[in-house]
């Protein structure tokens, strides 16, 4: 079945890079995108981007100049970079599959920025 | 970038009634209107696509219509598991957004 797992390094001190990892099983990369979301703590959803079936990247474009997304399709993996992280980044970020509604979606990985 | 505005924030409502959330775009979107679940400490839940295509294993009395700029998200006889929080999303523009949010609560 589809499952998407979040993999991150925890806690992360402000203008560090963040970097975390979204497995997924069931589907094929070159088939189906790639989104990733985040929600801060008691907010609602924002969309950060998301990697194309055919390794095309799109972006918010709040994030565009910290952002990176990239795969490795030979892991079943997708993978973002945000640099210059303030506190206000801290939040649960989530990888979703692209339909391009979300049919499925990862747990979550909470990242918390502080010092 | 496409604005979602949803409406009310908040709505509280008791057992047994039956709900309309409100969707409205900043731009014509056709039905490129998605609309989500979530529940407190779960991951968000596709409840709707394309403004009114159910999606397997939703419970019907959760239904979706509206094109263009206004989109509405029905239940037909709140349960006691609706009380959450609902999404509208757009994928009309490549750069996807989400609205702000809609809490359903108990009366």
């Known amino acids: 079945q589809v499952q998407l797992k979040e993999s991150g390094p925890g806690p992360v001190q402000p203008s560090e890079t963040l970097s975390l990892t979204c497995t997924v099983s069931?589907?094929?990369?070159?088939?189906?995108?790639v989104n990733w979301v985040r929600q801060p703590p008691g907010k609602g959803l924002e969309w950060m981007g998301r990697?194309?079936?055919?390794?095309?990247?799109s972006y918010n474009s709040a994030l565009k100049s910290r952002l990176s997304i990239s795969r490795d399709t030979s892991k079943n993996q997708v993978f973002l970079k945000m640099n210059s992280l303030q506190t206000d980044d801290t939040g649960t970020y989530y990888c979703?599959?692209?339909?391009?509604?979300?049919?499925?979606w990862g747990q979550g990985v909470m990242v918390t920025v502080s010092s | 970038n496409i604005v979602l505005t949803q409406s009310p924030a908040t709505l509280s409502v008791t057992p047994g009634e039956s709900v309309s959330l409100s969707c409205r775009a900043s731009?014509?979107?056709?039905?490129?209107i998605h609309w989500y679940q979530q529940k407190s400490n779960e991951s968000p839940r596709l409840l709707i696509k394309?403004?009114?295509q159910s999606i397997a294993g939703i419970p019907s009395r959760f239904s979706g219509s509206g094109s263009g700029t206004d989109f509405t998200l029905s239940i037909n006889r709140v349960e006691s598991e609706d009380f959450s929080i609902y999404y509208c999303?757009?994928?009309?523009?490549?750069?996807?957004?989400f609205g702000a949010g809609t809490k359903l609560e108990l009366k």
């Open positions: 979703t599959r692209d339909g391009p509604y979300f049919d499925y």
């Open positions: 999303q757009q994928s009309y523009s490549s750069l996807y957004t």
């Open positions: 990697m194309n079936y055919n390794g095309d990247t």
């Open positions: 069931g589907f094929s990369l070159t088939s189906y995108g």
């Open positions: 394309y403004a009114s």
């Open positions: 731009q014509s979107i056709s039905t490129s």
